[in-house]
């Protein structure tokens, strides 16, 4: 379970929201709306703990993130709108290293079906420097597949994916709403997720 | 902010600011009566050195201005420790006020320095250690106001800044030692600084420079550190209205 | 805990393989500033044996700060800093990977292209000796330091010159001790004295630094 609780928020000199709490509980997908700059990143930004609210609290079953520290980061797991992938590594190397530095340990050839799935099969030996920006971007995706952690939090995951790759990621995280996880993401287009509770914040006016 | 300590009450701009601002010159009138009168010890009453001349009335200027660039530096470090630890916003501004006037000791006590030393020891500049190690103390300063400087965002400002203070806290002692060994190592023209017992005159004129000095830096960082302040919280409502009322 | 730092070397070390351009070219601005200073001075063995010490040293650590604004900029901009930083394991774990990996492709490399380059310098045997000691024990720290310098000028215009005024004022303690420990041997002193505090420095930075350095990130990161 998932809580915040009157979290404010205070980039530079503006404050971008204030009081925002909400409650969201295992299988339950929160989409975050809001116009560019309401503050949707920084919030996300928070719940992953990298920014310190200016007041308010984060809860992680019961416990406050801050406090939680690592036990907090082991059921996380976070795609930003970078990509976290290396350029000189291959797709393999790039999971594999990810999940050895998570410290979730990955069967290579869990990596290889991973791969496959993103539609990546066949340039798993390929550098990264050497593929689309839609290709980078399903290696990043090519994270979520054998992902257990119960937390995911994801920044715009369905920007620059084609149409069969966002009903795939749909399914992806269908699929771990309904093995219990959470999840919170922004997104600017709706995208119907078949199943799990789908709740709604708004940020900003 | 929650009242928890009265400190926090301080801390606040709101308050700070108009409390500052009625310190300052008490601070500034302090400062030049010790200055007056420790200028009339130092230039006036105490006797002429049988070895140095007159040249030598340059350290009730020199000495107070070495101490206080080392003092500065333990005391933004301390600005810095608290706003780490307690992360109020007054530290950072404190810390940033100090750093022009500590890398401004730093500088006289060079300054001072080498045109003592020209007639002492016949050179602008020798590599003793206690001139090395001001020279280095010189570089902290201007880094950490060039790392304040190269960040937009004041909140990363402060907290970079003091970690810099921190870092290099820890490291003066190492600097001061490793420089005073390598300077024994390396004694080729061996000068022994002020060795003759200090006449009690002498000592007065330096301690009231040094107190003079002191009241100076704490006017001139209140008055930089309200400035500072009134910049960064322009937009809250205490800010305008002193504004407004600067205006009429 | 030894697993992260191990699986953080080894990931770096993966990179800077898959990159060797940029050591090498350390190595050669290394040796290059080490040619010059004969160029400058003039040829005279007796004055060059004295300053070899120093001229080898201080362009040790203008060549260490060369790579040092990469440390954590590459991964700052790819967003892999942000998941090292999410990672359940203290982020100093994960600096002091990073620190031994960089040291590993920096200092190494410069430790043993140095006793050649003390030939050039006409050092004695002993004292070449020393020097490459002295460079093994010294650079960790370097890159120690370097990387809170490192982390606290991540993202910021003007960030390697920045780097270079924050950091190097740090190392003068490094300096002296490096170059006293070859000037004690050339002298007949030895060198043991200095090759302990430089040991000593090494471990106080390798084991303080890396914290620091977590500390800075975490600023930088929010």
Redesign the interface.
């Known amino acids: 379970m998932l809580e915040a609780d009157n979290l404010e928020c205070v980039r530079g000199e503006r404050r971008l929201f204030a009081g925002l709490g909400f409650r969201l509980e295992a299988g339950e997908l929160l989409y975050l709306q809001g116009r560019n700059g309401a503050g949707k990143t920084s919030l996300l930004r928070m719940l992953i703990g990298l920014l310190p609210p200016e007041s308010g609290e984060i809860r992680w079953q019961g416990m406050p993130i801050k406090t939680a520290g690592e036990h907090f980061r082991a059921d996380l797991c976070y795609l930003g709108h970078l990509n976290a992938i290396k350029e000189e590594l291959t797709p393999l190397e790039n999971l594999l290293a990810a999940a050895r530095l998570a410290e979730e340990p990955l069967a290579e050839d869990d990596a290889l079906d991973a791969l496959e799935q993103v539609g990546l099969a066949g340039r798993e030996d390929l550098a990264c420097k050497h593929l689309s920006q839609g290709q980078k971007r399903r290696v990043a995706l090519a994270r979520l597949v054998k992902e257990r952690r119960p937390l995911w939090i994801l920044d715009e995951p369905f920007v620059a994916l084609d149409i069969a790759a966002v009903d795939w990621l749909a399914t992806l995280i269908s699929g771990h709403l309904q093995r219990g996880g959470l999840a919170v993401m922004t997104t600017h287009q709706t995208v119907a997720i078949p199943a799990g509770t789908v709740r709604e914040l708004r940020i900003g006016h | 902010m929650k009242d928890r300590f009265n400190l926090y009450r301080f801390a606040s701009p709101a308050t700070f600011y108009p409390l500052a601002g009625s310190l300052i010159p008490y601070f500034v009138a302090v400062s030049v009566v010790f200055g007056l009168a420790g200028l009339y010890l130092g230039m006036l009453v105490a006797p002429t050195d049988f070895q140095q001349g007159e040249g030598y009335r340059i350290i009730f200027i020199h000495v107070p201005a070495s101490w206080m660039s080392m003092f500065i530096y333990l005391v933004m470090a301390f600005w810095a420790a608290i706003g780490l630890a307690f992360n109020t916003r007054l530290s950072g501004m404190m810390a940033q006020a100090l750093a022009p006037t500590g890398a401004l000791m730093a500088f006289l006590s060079l300054w001072t320095g080498a045109l003592w030393g020209k007639p002492m020891w016949g050179a602008w500049w020798v590599w003793d250690a206690r001139l090395t190690s001001e020279l280095?103390l010189l570089?902290?300063y201007?880094?950490y106001m060039?790392?304040t400087a190269?960040?937009d965002?004041t909140?990363?400002a402060d907290?970079?800044g003091g970690?810099?203070l921190?870092?290099?806290v820890?490291?003066v002692p190492?600097?001061y030692?490793?420089?005073k060994?390598?300077n024994t190592?390396h004694q080729g023209s061996s000068v022994n600084l002020t060795k003759s017992s200090m006449a009690e005159t002498m000592l007065w004129g330096m301690l009231l420079m040094a107190m003079c000095f002191w009241m100076y830096s704490i006017a001139i960082a209140l008055i930089r550190a309200r400035t500072i302040m009134l910049e960064r919280e322009r937009?809250t409502d205490w800010a305008r209205a002193v504004i407004a009322g600067a205006h009429e | 805990m030894l697993n992260i730092i191990g699986a953080v070397i080894a990931r770096d070390l993966k990179l800077a393989m898959r990159r060797q351009a940029d050591i090498v070219s350390a190595v050669f601005f290394f040796i290059i500033v080490v040619s010059l200073f004969p160029l400058g001075i003039g040829p005279e063995p007796e004055l060059l044996r004295k300053l070899a010490p120093g001229v080898l040293w201080v362009a040790a650590l203008l060549a260490t700060m060369l790579s040092l604004p990469r440390l954590f900029a590459d991964d700052h901009r790819d967003g892999t800093l942000e998941q090292l930083a999410l990672a359940p394991h203290p982020l100093g774990l994960v600096v002091t990977g990073k620190v031994i990996a960089h040291w590993l492709v920096s200092g190494l490399p410069l430790a043993l292209i140095a006793p050649v380059l003390g030939i050039q310098f006409d050092l004695s045997a002993d004292a070449l000796l020393v020097l490459t000691g002295a460079i093994l024990l010294g650079t960790p720290a370097l890159s120690g330091i370097g990387a809170i310098g490192a982390a606290l000028t991540l993202g910021l215009r003007g960030g390697g010159v920045l780097l270079s005024l924050l950091v190097l004022p740090l190392y003068i303690p490094v300096l002296i001790f490096g170059a006293g420990a070859v000037d004690a041997t050339v002298s007949g002193l030895g060198g043991e004295g200095h090759l302990s505090l430089l040991a000593a420095m090494t471990i106080a930075a390798v084991g303080f630094a890396p914290w620091a350095s977590a500390a800075a990130l975490k600023i930088a990161l929010e």
Do not use: Q, T
């Open positions: 280095i570089f902290l201007i880094g060039a790392l190269a960040i965002d909140r990363r907290k970079a970690l810099l921190l870092v290099g820890v490291n190492i600097i030692f490793s420089v060994w390598w190592l937009h």
